[in-house]
């Protein structure tokens, strides 16, 4: 079964950092796809944050991450990272990450990040 599980969220206070992990396994192989970032708080449409693309490795990033987060991916580990630093209120959301894209796409549960003092 495929499956993406992301992990490393949590509480931080304005200022930190986090980094955040989504592993595949049960066939996805992280390189073959563009793997994406995405976020969302209540009452709020999801929002694109990062993405690597597929075999390139080229990044992308929403202007309002930009400069501060990090998207890179771990072949070996079948593994994609979200470093983000300098995190803001603003970045409080629950993340998810996405293998493929449209009605294609697999997707992970999401992880909470909370930015707070």
């Known amino acids: 079964q495929m499956q993406l599980v992301e992990s490393g969220g949590g509480l931080v206070q304005p200022g930190g950092s986090l980094r955040l992990s989504c592993k595949a396994t049960g066939g996805i192989v992280t390189w073959y796809y563009t793997m994406t970032w995405f976020r969302q708080t209540p009452g709020k449409e999801r929002e694109w944050v990062a993405r690597i693309f597929r075999v390139s490795g080229r990044a992308d990033y929403a202007d309002s991450v930009k400069g501060r987060f990090t998207v890179s991916r771990d072949n070996a580990k079948n593994t994609v990272y979200l470093q983000m630093n300098n995190l803001e209120p603003e970045d409080t959301a629950t993340y998810y990450c996405?293998?493929?894209?449209?009605?294609?796409?697999?997707w992970g549960k999401g992880i909470q990040v909370t930015v707070s003092s």
């Open positions: 996405a293998a493929g894209s449209g009605s294609e796409a697999k």
